[in-house]
């Protein structure tokens, strides 16, 4: 008697056996989009930071073309500051 239940698989069995196997499956197609997505995370904060760099240097860029093209603002800066005693805020009109 414990031959024959041994001896042929049932349908109970078979159905577990396949749904282990797709577990299996998913469980591996997970792990390679979690490694994927760590990938990715690690890639945009290298991107992240190089655009820090860059706007950091494209404000200087802007800073630099201001100043060139706006003298007179730089030179009323200087001349106002000149006027005033040390100590004394500087005013601006």
């Known amino acids: ?22 577990l299996a499956g998913s469980l591996g197609r997970m792990s390679r989009a979690l490694s994927q997505t760590a990938d990715l ?19 200087a860029k802007f800073m630099t073309v201001a100043v060139q093209l706006n003298p007179e603002d730089e030179e009323r800066d200087q001349s106002v500051s000149e006027d005033q005693p040390e100590g004394e805020p500087t005013k601006r009109g």
Not at 2 to 17: F, Y
């Open 1 to 22: 008697m414990m031959n024959s239940a041994n001896a042929a698989p049932t349908n109970a069995t078979q159905a577990k056996e396949r749904l282990y196997a797709q």
């Open 41 to 59: 995370c690690e890639q945009l904060q290298v991107d992240l930071h190089a655009m820090r760099i860059f706007a950091g240097l494209d404000a």
